[in-house]
């Protein structure tokens, strides 16, 4: 049941998005924030956890799961040491994504040459 | 000519792309991705031993090295424009406009290329997840107490 879910989820946020991008003026620098933003927002109820319950790794690939694994890493220190927590345990949960996006892009640049 | 003549002559001429079709088209692939990733997280969980939420982890980072080096051979550009948003919410959105800025300024050098462009098109969604985690982690403070 969870791959249904998984299809579901992820394939909706995909669709939202694509009529975002046909219908109105907006980039998709500008649909992948907003859906950060919304990700984040989801999770300061405790929503996105469900989902995640539900929809698997459907919910975590998408781009609102980054939004959503930011609060909570944040949320998770913010419980032990208060406002201050809030930056210490910010980027607890997403380094591990941000730091290979970044070794991948500078290696791959340094050996590759680009394509038009 | 006046203005509103010419606007005339190239909505006739612009190609309308299908909306629907679109849309459709990027909630299957996008569909499938999530089904792809669920059945990655379960291999890994069987295979490595791992607890879902490390396998969970990842599966992201797979994501991202595939998408990453599909970027540098261009083959997701081309993926892209068959499957549109459906590649582009999904993290490899996100691990393709980081490889492909870096690809496309390194022509200016390492510095001033590669090191001030990557963030280009992924640093928006670093900025605003954190402006937004400041926000709403606050308020969930304030009201919550945690």
């Known amino acids: ?18 009529l975002i991008l046909d219908n109105t003026k907006l980039t998709p620098a500008h649909i992948t924030s907003l859906f950060v933003v919304i990700g984040a927002f989801l999770d300061v109820f405790g929503i996105y956890d469900k ?5 698997g790794a459907g919910a975590l690939i998408p781009i609102t ?17 208060g406002v201050i927590g809030l930056s210490y345990g910010i980027f607890n ?15 791959l640049a340094l050996f590759f040459k680009p394509k038009h | 000519m006046k203005v509103d003549d010419y ?12 909306v629907l079709k679109n849309a459709i088209i990027s909630f299957v692939a996008g569909g499938m991705l999530g089904v792809f990733s669920e059945f990655l997280l ?19 980072l797979s ?39 870096a690809l496309e300024y390194k022509n200016e050098g390492l510095i001033s290329g590669i090191g001030s462009n990557i963030f280009k098109l ?19 403070l304030l009201i919550f107490g945690g």
């Open chain 2, 42 to 60: 379960r291999v890994y969980c069987l295979w490595l031993d791992l607890p879902r939420k490390e396998s969970g982890v990842l599966v992201i």
């Open chain 1, 93 to 107: 949960l997403t380094s591990a994504g941000i730091s290979v996006a970044i070794i991948m892009a500078f290696l």
């Open chain 1, 1 to 18: 049941m969870t791959y249904v879910y998984a299809f579901v989820f992820c394939g909706f946020l995909c669709f939202i998005a694509q």
């Open chain 2, 7 to 18: 606007k005339k002559i190239v909505d006739e001429y612009t190609p309308k792309e299908n």
């Open chain 2, 122 to 140: 992924a640093g928006n969604v670093i900025l605003y997840g954190v402006v937004s985690v400041y926000i709403f982690g606050v308020v969930r």
């Open chain 2, 63 to 101: 994501l991202i090295v595939l998408a990453s080096i599909l970027t540098a051979l261009g083959v997701f550009d081309v993926l892209v424009n068959k499957f549109k948003c459906g590649l582009i919410i999904p993290i490899t959105g996100f691990a393709h406009s980081m490889t492909s800025s």
């Open chain 1, 51 to 55: 989902i995640v319950l539900y929809a």
């Open chain 1, 65 to 81: 799961s980054f939004g959503h694994l930011l609060v909570h890493g944040a949320m998770d220190m913010a419980g032990e040491l």
